[in-house]
């Protein structure tokens, strides 16, 4: 998989800087030699709960990183306490190169609701067929996002009992997007966790959806309870079986390495920080015809190069359409 750390992103750069030629000599322990690797699970108020070997450690991040925040996903070097006690406190010293970056543009009239995600591989889009309506120009948005943050996306079309599938599988045909269809029996039997489980091992993957989709239900289907308690102290903390938190939450998967993030209900899905150009990496098909575009092309506008170049037959029409109409979703409009 490609890796996200090649693109450019002003977080990423900083956090990488040359060390040999602002270090004073005479520093040759590294600082921090005694850190240990951590994984954060999910974030509250700037307490980041991290997984450390099997504990879950309270953590804040250290000073000296300055603006960078860490994110559910992140892999992190720790100090301090990490007994995993309670009150106790460790601090994050460093924060490991990304592989991808689930970000949602914050909204102006909801400044907190943002779904960050580091290091997931996949993107598990969970809509339902009827109630609440599907909606394509939010499923298409979290398909920008995940493109453009190196996530590779698939589909969970949920409530199949109340609607059928096909016309809302029709628009992602020409995309050939990965989707299983579940109904609410196989969503109580196992049937569902089951096949969406053939996605999930060994990978991570986070989940979105619009409330009431059925995220909540399918995730509790798919990580057993005993798993799901490992971030117990911020469910302890709620009171309740779920976290009510803005963050993400990271949960593993039984089998293999897998790790499931589950993600609060979206209504909405920023997209202010899309870059056409990584977008079009997940049409490798269409990425050549980029070539004569002019300088920082958004791909969706009349010097585009890619019209001439698909209508001299390099590539299928259906897929510069398909780009073209997820490009378009970067505008905001009402009901977004
Ligand atoms: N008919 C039908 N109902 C379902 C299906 N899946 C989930 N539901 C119901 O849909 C409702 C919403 O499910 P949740 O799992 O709470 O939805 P959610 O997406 O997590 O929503 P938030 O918690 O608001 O983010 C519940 O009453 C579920 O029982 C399905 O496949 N068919
Ligand atoms: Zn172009």
């Given at each position: 998989?490609?890796?996200?750390?090649?693109?450019?992103d002003?977080?990423?750069?900083?956090?990488?800087?040359?060390?040999?030629?602002?270090?004073?000599?005479?520093?040759?322990?590294?600082?921090?030699?005694?850190?240990?690797?951590?994984?954060?699970?999910?974030?509250d108020?700037?307490?980041?709960?991290?997984?450390?070997?099997?504990?879950?450690?309270?953590?804040?991040?250290?000073?000296?990183?300055g603006?960078?925040?860490?994110?559910?996903?992140?892999?992190?070097?720790?100090?301090g306490?990490?007994?995993?006690?309670?009150?106790?406190l460790?601090?994050?010293?460093?924060?490991?190169?990304?592989?991808?970056?689930l970000?949602?543009?914050?909204?102006?009239?909801?400044?907190y609701?943002?779904?960050?995600?580091a290091?997931?591989?996949?993107?598990?889009?969970?809509?339902?067929?009827?109630?609440?309506?599907?909606?394509?120009?939010?499923?298409?948005?979290?398909?920008?996002?995940?493109?453009?943050?190196?996530?590779?996306?698939?589909?969970?079309?949920?409530?199949?009992?109340?609607?059928?599938?096909?016309?809302?599988?029709?628009?992602?045909?020409?995309?050939?997007?990965?989707?299983?269809?579940?109904n609410r029996?196989?969503?109580y039997?196992?049937?569902?966790a089951?096949?969406?489980?053939?996605f999930?091992?060994g990978?991570?993957?986070?989940?979105?959806?619009?409330?009431?989709?059925?995220?909540t239900?399918?995730?509790?289907?798919?990580?057993?309870?005993?798993?799901?308690?490992?971030?117990?102290?911020?469910?302890?903390?709620?009171?309740?079986?779920?976290?009510?938190?803005?963050?993400?939450?990271?949960?593993?998967?039984?089998?293999?390495e897998?790790?499931?993030?589950d993600?609060?209900?979206?209504?909405?899905?920023?997209?202010?920080?899309?870059?056409?150009?990584?977008?079009i990496?997940?049409?490798?098909?269409?990425?050549?015809?980029?070539?004569?575009c002019?300088?920082?092309?958004?791909?969706d506008?009349?010097?585009?190069?890619?019209?001439?170049?698909?209508?001299?037959?390099?590539?299928?029409?259906?897929?510069?359409?398909?780009?073209?109409?997820?490009?378009?979703?970067?505008?905001?409009?009402?009901?977004?």
């Open positions: 998989m490609r890796r996200y750390g090649k693109h450019t002003e977080d990423d750069i900083r956090q990488r800087p040359n060390r040999k030629g602002t270090r004073p000599r005479t520093t040759i322990r590294p600082k921090h030699e005694d850190a240990v690797e951590g994984m954060v699970l999910t974030v108020r700037g307490r980041l709960t991290c997984l450390v070997e099997d504990r879950t450690v309270m953590a804040m991040k250290a000073r000296e990183l603006r960078k925040a860490a994110v559910v996903g992140d892999r992190v070097s720790l100090v306490d990490l007994s995993g006690e309670k009150d106790t460790a601090r994050i010293v460093r924060i490991g190169e990304r592989e991808s970056l970000r949602r543009t914050a909204d102006d009239d909801d400044p609701e943002r779904v960050v995600v290091n997931a591989d996949q993107l598990a889009i969970v809509t339902a067929l009827a109630d609440p309506e599907p909606r394509p120009r939010l499923i298409d948005r979290c398909l920008v996002a995940a493109y453009d943050g190196g996530l590779e996306p698939f589909l969970v079309m949920t409530k199949s009992d109340l609607a059928p599938p096909e016309q809302l599988l029709e628009l992602y045909g020409d995309l050939d997007i990965p989707y299983v269809v579940v029996e196989e969503l039997d196992g049937g569902a089951d096949r969406v489980r053939t999930l091992d990978r991570v993957t986070a989940f979105v959806g619009h409330s009431g989709v059925g995220k239900t399918l995730v509790n289907a798919l990580v057993p309870e005993e798993k799901r308690r490992i971030t117990g102290h911020v469910n302890a903390v709620t009171g309740r079986g779920r976290h009510t938190t803005t963050s993400a939450l990271a949960l593993p998967l039984e089998a293999a897998g790790w499931v993030i993600t609060p209900g979206v209504r909405s899905f920023g997209l202010h920080h899309v870059d056409p150009a990584r977008v990496h997940a049409f490798p098909d269409l990425e050549p015809g980029t070539e004569n002019p300088r920082a092309c958004s791909h506008e009349p010097e585009c190069a890619l019209d001439a170049w698909v209508a001299e037959g390099h590539a299928d029409p259906a897929r510069l359409f398909s780009l073209r109409r997820l490009l378009s979703t970067r505008e905001r409009r009402e009901g977004d």
